[in-house]
């Protein structure tokens, strides 16, 4: 059985849909928003929990202490690049073989039928696109990429993975908990094994291509998504907290434009108090519900 949490202008009422109710008859102001078109979606990591990808501040994140590495960490320290690689030698292989949950295949089936302006992520599983999702904009970067820090050149995360697997020819180390964005926990002494690669081409060091905490999001990359935002008739948000500023500004320049913000989301939002319409309940079934 589904409980659904929903808001409205301001009044708070509870639907709840077993088998023959389906969620969506007790979302109508969702079906309205959507069935205008013109919709842009902005995605967190509550989206992408139910294929198995922990969030750091949603339901499966709080029940872990997890850290996560910072750009200045990285960058300042060998130590601390040689514990990412090694976390993230196993942990990445958990993010590459998750599948693309009804969440993700719901948000791609809306865009085919036109009713979507664009797709903002934060996630950087490439859920979406698996999915079949058509240009969207991975605000923090991919998890599939490699950048070199020194010459720029973008790689294969694949082909990292097989030069690291060769630099570390029996290296053996147990997980004791997956982390967010292909973190993770492993014991200190498995990690201080661990043999780091540098790019190829030039010697330098090597990053996932994504932006790590502390770390600025292009700003090319947000100018983008802002003209999504200013040309949109709509707003969605789907499965993100909206804690950090990166993805909480799109929502407050949409609410500054007076567009209709929706939030669909396990747990409350910092956006909630911009939007016309809340909804506390797994991604999966609202989604499926509302893409039919």
């Not at 949490?5 to 079906?31: F, I, K, N, S, Y």
């Not at 078109?37 to 509550?46: I, Y």
């Not at 991919?142 to 697997?165: E, K, M, P, Y």
């Not at 053996?172 to 926990?185: E, H, K, R, W, Y």
Request: net charge positive; glycine share 12%; with cysteine.
């Amino acid at each position: 059985m589904a409980v659904a949490r929903v808001r409205q202008h301001g009044e708070v009422t509870h639907a709840v849909a077993g088998a023959d109710h389906p969620l969506a008859r007790h979302l109508a102001g969702l079906t309205v928003l959507l069935s205008g078109g013109g919709v842009v979606v902005l995605s967190g990591a509550g989206l992408s929990t139910e294929s198995g990808i922990p969030d750091y501040r949603g339901p499966t994140g709080l029940a872990r202490r997890a850290q996560p590495m910072t750009y200045q960490a990285f960058t300042g320290s060998a130590a601390a690049r040689q514990r990412y690689w090694a976390r993230s030698h196993l942990g990445w292989r958990h993010i590459a073989a998750a599948a693309p949950n009804r969440g993700h295949h719901a948000v791609a089936g809306l865009q085919r039928r036109g009713l979507l302006a664009g797709i903002i992520t934060q996630n950087v599983d490439g859920l979406h696109q698996a999915a079949g999702a058509r240009d969207v904009i991975e605000l923090h970067g991919n998890l599939s990429r490699v950048a070199c820090l020194g010459c720029g050149q973008r790689t294969a995360r694949t082909a990292l993975d097989l030069r690291l697997r060769a630099a570390n020819a029996g290296w053996d180390a147990a997980v004791s908990q997956l982390n967010p964005d292909g973190d993770a926990t492993l014991a200190d002494e498995a990690e201080q094994r661990f043999q780091v690669v540098d790019c190829l081409r030039c010697g330098g060091l090597l990053k996932p291509d994504v932006v790590f905490f502390g770390e600025n999001v292009p700003p090319a990359r947000v100018a983008e998504c802002y003209r999504l935002v200013e040309a949109a008739r709509a707003l969605l948000v789907l499965g993100s907290s909206l804690t950090v500023m990166s993805g909480y500004r799109f929502v407050r320049r949409a609410a500054a434009l007076g567009l209709p913000v929706a939030i669909i989301n396990q747990g409350p939002t910092r956006g909630d108090a911009d939007a016309l319409l809340t909804v506390d309940a797994p991604l999966g079934d609202t989604l499926g519900a509302l893409a039919g």
